[in-house]
């Protein structure tokens, strides 16, 4: 049997930068194709050159055949028969790949207009049809909604259900759970999973994490610098790996880290200390007051933990569980509207006319490492900045000092005249995290730092925290929507659910045996290499 | 960063007109405030190579003295409303709460005024002249600085480099001057090069409705004003000192193109 | 129900705003030097005339209190009264108003169809003959002063090829628009470049969209993608800009009119300001504003039509 689509010595170039070099694979009918690499790796460029989806500046050779028929060669209208009605498509960001102005049931019926010849009346039933078969509730009203009114998680579906409109039967997926939630993403990734055994969907995964390919896929294409280094059934891969990087990449996936032996924790007062804090963004108006409300809204509502010497705390929780604004209102950024923090064992106002001393011994890293350096300072300006504003070190000892921070984060000190704009985002954030250190920080607050990397710079710039935390006896408190980089990092771990904490304690309790539900359905989210593994 | 041929023709063009401005005196053929009534309304020819204008004065000579005027326009009626709007508007952004609520509702109620119906209303009230027309563009021309100044303060101040500074303890006047206005500089730039061409232009315009620098002078509105009459006989006396004009704001919008261009802001 | 809503709230909005601007107003007369009331009575009138006119515009009360009083005669249209043509302002105002709001949408009328035309084509075309051509046109415009402009086109059009009349207005419909084209294309030149910038840049951003590579993976094809997804929605941005374009094409009225002798509001303004006509002035200047104002207002209502994500 031929295979439904044949890609073979696909090239793609733009300009003098090969992003896809010289890719071949096959894909039979009902199967589930997964492409893995990190960002940069041209497993998105390929999806998106069978579909001829890409700019004009991108010079695309080989072949790849659909059914026989080279779809780089077909004639623009013959492909438009061909986009939508038999291959379909699905993208990573939900919000941006709907149009605003449309409502949603209008953009899945799209695909119905132009390859079907349904009319009116049919068109509507068979959209409310798909929009149930995407498990969207409701479906009456919500095909009359647009799209800045669903969630995510909905906007996502709503996209497949536009793309399953004429019983594609290929559908290719471009990372289509990276901009989700944990949970959310496990369901979409069940639907998908359903999808494919219900409709005997065809299937390429594009992503760039093992574990939710793995969840879908049964075969498996690694991708690095635009060539594909090793293909091979999901499992045999996860198993017995053949190529190097694709060892390195699995050495790097959260479940593979070492869990770490954490030395037991002094039973002693506790460093930083938040008492009931509360934190509300916006103000009370008039009618709040009438209404006897709040008013505004509370991101942070109630929260109590401490955090002793030595010991790292981790903060999870999904987007607006309000963990970042807390990490935020420790180091002064946002007043909280009610609670105290207190440092070593003395009330603390991070924000207040003390704030030089405290901040001294509190640092913040950001997420955002490529953003976190100003664009028009160079390494060396941007470490020694607190070193000379602060005067903590002699005016003489400043270039000194900032060379003795660049070699304990590992950065080369050739790198020193550079500007961000010419660093890698592993490269930036050794510099933001060498510029906390000029302070010889006591605590360090770890903001989300890996999620903006790729997983083998996760990897590295976990090591190199953990590595700081044993030499200088650091406190950290580590906030992250990835709850397997938490386990294997931190002693104890509290999780945060809409501004509020739902479950705290040690990690490995936490971890096995939670007592909130909501606990469960987030571990239960984890992507994990292989799924009878915990 | 690759310099566009648009941005050095630009450059090119202010500064002849710079050097044009300077060296006045030797390039002129006349005195440009000359009475000739022996030679009034002479077309372009060898002796006045733009022509002469109604009481015989050379109009190549007044076109080139005109230049110390309009650069002197341009460029120093700029500066108050940048500085004031610079200031206003980063404050504003960067700071948010009552200021800029004070400084939005000021904007806000500057927006409806056409620009040059609110100038021409506040030199019409102050009387006739240069120092007036600055006046105006000191009380009016802020604006528009203020609001490019505090949309950008308002994306930096959420830019994690500046959530950074303010976390390693930095007082606030050394993050807006060390780091707020260094990365909203280049789009303010660009705004005064457009700027610059439209104080030039209003200038003249003002000169040519009789309510800016005084008739004898020799200045491009002015003189444009004075062919008025004679449009339809001495098209010369109107048309040099208004191609002058074109040649000088095609230079500053030339800069100010460019540079958008290479530093990649959106208009 | 919604839509009444939207703009009872939009007009609550406004009023803060509409004070600001009579205060704006109100200070530029407050301002001038000299007794005004001298002026509009002549030197020649009796103490009492004068008394009688400071007290109906309350010139002897505190500044505050003089607003007040402006305030209130606002409200009832009493914007003071013409020293030269010693009539109501808000009387010369409803002479010249519907001809410089005439020359106002016949000016937007001529500028929509090039605008359109030439910011599809240099969209589609980027970095081609178009666009150069374009981005020159946008130097120019912001460079040529209009008043010269209009200048050369009275000579070219009007003087030696005597294809329009080259000043007033008309008598009829067909004249008003012959006298009024060279006073619109002058403005036009302005104008159109400006709008195409930001109606080309719009469509740019909107074509590199992700919902419009949705829409060709759907395999719409090109021509659909443009029309239903990035057209709609780059309008919104252009209609953004419109008043500020309306507020030029205000503050362009005072000097075409002038150099075209057509007899709008910018003429009778500059008119008004070299005879010192204070109350004249301010009147205009005010009636400029509330244009504007009213404009932005009818475009938010247009972008809320048009937008479902904008809600108050």
Known sequence: MTPLLSVKDLTVRFGATVAVDDVSFDLERGAALGIVGESGSGKSVTCRAVMRLLPPSAQISGSASFEGRDLL?????????????????????????????MRIGDQVAQTLHKHTDLKGRAIRDEVLRLLDVVRIPDSERWAQAFPHQLSGGMKQRAMIAGALACQPDLLLADEPTTALDATVQKSVLDLLAQLRREQNLTMIFVSHDLGAVARVCDDLLVMRWSRLVESGPVSRVIDAPRHDYTRKLLASHPDRLKPRAFAPVGQGAPLVEARGIQIRYGSRMLSDWIAGREGGFMAVKQVDFAVRQGETLGIVGESGSGKSTLARSLVGLVKPYRGAIFFD????????????????EMQLIYQHPSEALSPRMTVQAAIAEPLRRHRLCPRDAVQGRVAELMSQVDLDPDLITRFPGQLSGGQCQRVAIARALAFDPRVLIADEVTSALDVTLQAQVIDLLLRLQKERGLTMIFISHDLAVIRRLCSSVIVMREGRIVEAGPTAKVFDTPAEAYTRALIDAIPHLKGDVA | MKLSPMFVTGVALVVLWCVIALVAPKLATHDPYAIDFAAILQPPGAEHWFGTDNVGRDT????????????YIGLLGVIAPMLIGMTVGLVAGYFGGWIDVVAMRLVDITVPFPF?????????????GIENYFIAL??????GYARLARAEALVLRRAEFVLAARTMGFSSGYILLRHVLPNSLSSIVVYLMTDVTLVILFG?????LGMGVSPPAAEWGVMIAEGQTYISSAWWISFFPGLAMVLIGVGFALIGDGLARMLRIER | MKTFRFIALRLAQAIPVLLGVSLITFVLMAATPGDPIRLLVGDRASPETIAMIRDRYGLDDPILFQYFTYLKNLMVGDIGVSLRYRVPVSQLIAQHYPVTLFLVLYTIVLTLPPVIVLAV????RQNGMADQIIRMMGVLGLAVPVFWLALILTRLFGVKLGWFPVSGFGDTMPGHLLHLFLPALSTMIWVVPILVRTLRSALLIEMNRDYALTGMSKGLGARQVFRTHVFPNSILPTLNLFAVIVAYL?????????????PGMGKLMIDSILARDYFVVQGATLVFALTTLLVMLAVDLLSALIDPRVTL
Request: charged share 15%; proline share 7%.
């Open chain 2, 204 to 208: 003249a315009a003002l000169g040519f």
């Open chain 3, 121 to 124: 084509w240099s969209a589609k």
């Open chain 2, 138 to 143: 000191a009380l009016v021309g802020w604006v």
């Open chain 1, 345 to 360: 064992g003395q009330p603390a106002d991070p924000a207040g006319p003390g704030r030089i001393a405290y901040l001294r």
């Open chain 2, 60 to 71: 190549y000579s007044r076109v080139i003295f005109g230049a110390r005027l309009a650069l």
């Open chain 3, 250 to 262: 205000l503050g362009g009225s005072v000097i075409v009119e002038t150099v075209y002798a057509v």
């Open chain 1, 73 to 101: 060669q077909m004639p623009e209208t013959e492909l438009n028969r061909v986009r939508g009605k038999r291959i379909a498509m699905i993208f990573q960001n939900p919000s941006s790949h709907l149009d605003p102005l």
């Open chain 2, 116 to 128: 040059f119906v609110l100038v021409l209303s506040i030199v019409a009230v102050l009387g006739p």
